[in-house]
């Protein structure tokens, strides 16, 4: 079983450096007593074709999987093909590419779209070649299929321009999918795996609910109890946490009638800002964002509200938090949603200060990374997000907090956003700073 990256474009030789494998030499690593090998077939500036693959230890399998699981190892051929098993053995090999973190000099390379093939296979599927081109076309990738006979495994290649991370990410969520087979139990931390792999794409995909339904199910050890428990497990997490979020936010805001002028400081395509706009006693939004690319997919995005009644158009700024703007002065709410963490913590008292002593909104409301969920997500030393300057446990936070409110005239409450584990609390950690009335 194997899966092998075809990358084509100025520049595609920086793979390397995303994947953190050397071009010149055979990666060999020992997972659970099975091998994983990794070499690079092409590797030239512009292109790149590297393949990955397992050489299965059967004793191991029929120690360790086969009475647990009742696969009938000695005729099940699902061990040898493209599978979740496969997944789970390969990786930790892609960690570097699938969390987005290779050397802090090559953080900007990962969101380079190049021309990318996948192939993988064998692949047992009980699917349709329609079935397989529904998943992936609309995610821009063209299927192409082969099979020796009408019955023998399928090899896939999907094409289409992307980035590693995602495309990784999304044959991570859509090979257990095509395979339908899983060889672990299914709780409510697959959900949580489905969710972070599936973000930025998956909420959009026609086949959600069908992805969903074949990503979470186990045949044969689902009771009854534990069925319902994933359903509600999988409506929660369909939601997301950026919509918990959000949700959350707006719950403030609307807690608060006299809030009416928001800033949505790091705006990003204006997911956020458009919910504000149908808020009914919100009377201005400013979005103000950096990146140019993500201000014009907001522009698009605020258009196509506007076609609904009742819709408050949010006005956009070119701004960062350190670039002072003397109409963000004395709004009530200044919003920073999963922003200070990607500000170097050495800086981010200079941001403050902009913010508590020159702005001077009402109320200031903060969400961040949870630093301890971490662990559940399975991400070992690795932050969230590529671009994550750092990330909090739950009492870095609170001191920092502390800080804040004896340095500046604002009180504050500390809450949590998303599924609480009982020894490492939620996954995002929300702040409301209140201005302190002055009597």
Known sequence: MQLTIH???????????????????????????????????????????????VVLDAISLVRDSGEKLDITHYINDREFAVSSLFL???????????NGLPKEEYLPYVRQVFQFSYSFGP???DLSVENLRELFSPLGFTLSVQSETKNSPLYVTVTGETTLQKGLRQLFILIPVIDNYKHYFIDEKEAEKLQRFGEGWLDDHPQKEWIYIRALKYKGLLDDHITEHIKVEKEKKQKGLNQLRYEKIIEIIQSKPHLRKIIDMGSGEGKLSTRLGFLPNVSEIIAVEPSER???????????????????????????????????????????CEVIEHIAEEKLHTAMQLIFQEYKPAVCIITTPNKEYNTLYQLGESMRHYDHRFEWTRAELLAWVEKMTDMYAYKASISSIGEVDHERGSPTQIVVFEKEVMV
């Not at 050397?22 to 074709?49: C, D, I, M, S």
């Not at 789970?88 to 699938?98: E, G, H, K």
């Not at 408050?312 to 701004?319: A, T």
């Open 88 to 98: 789970s053995l390969i990786r930790s090999s892609l960690a570097t590419a699938l």
């Open 123 to 125: 692949v047992n599927t």
């Open 294 to 336: 993500e201000t014009l997919k907001a522009k698009k995005r605020y258009a196509k509200a506007a076609e609904n009644p009742g819709f408050l158009m949010p006005m956009q700024k070119w701004g960062s938090v350190f670039y002072y703007d003397d109409g963000l002065k004395n709004k009530d709410v200044f919003i920073l």
């Open 7 to 53: 990358a084509k474009g100025e520049g595609a030789n920086i793979l390397s450096f995303l994947l953190a494998k050397h071009p010149e030499r055979l990666y060999e690593k020992e997972h659970k007593g099975h091998k994983v090998r990794l070499f690079y077939q092409t590797f030239t500036p512009n292109e790149v074709k590297v393949t990955i693959y």
